[in-house]
């Protein structure tokens, strides 16, 4: 079984920034591609960003050039870098990975905008 775990939400000024974590229970070399998703109350989850094998992070329009995905091989981790946040990201953000066409997700960490 594959376990996926974030931390690092919480509450932040708009404008403000933080770093989300993720670390699997297996190397995330094991990955076809993992990514960060949110999803807000009554909306469906949507990708904010997105690494696929050797490519280049896929960004989302609304969070490109205020958000850095990067994954820490050595430390089976993923991370999400959250700059210039808006009340619109306010969101439970949720780590997700894939092996062997099957998904696996974290538990969430709530991130709130807000002054």
């Known amino acids: 079984q594959v376990q996926l775990v974030e931390s690092g939400g919480g509450l932040v000024q708009p404008g403000g920034s933080l770093t989300l974590s993720c670390t699997a229970s297996r190397s995330t070399f094991n990955f076809y591609s993992m990514g960060w998703y949110r999803q807000t109350p009554g909306k469906q989850r949507e990708l904010v960003a997105e690494i696929t094998g050797r490519s280049r992070p896929y960004y989302d329009d609304s969070v490109k050039g205020r958000f850095t995905m990067s994954i820490e091989h050595t430390g089976n981790s993923v991370y999400l870098r959250m700059n210039n946040l808006k009340p619109e990201d306010t969101a439970v953000y949720y780590c997700?990975?894939?092996?062997?066409?099957?998904?696996?997700w974290g538990q969430g960490t709530l991130v709130t905008v807000s002054s």
């Open positions: 997700q990975g894939v092996i062997n066409d099957t998904d696996y």
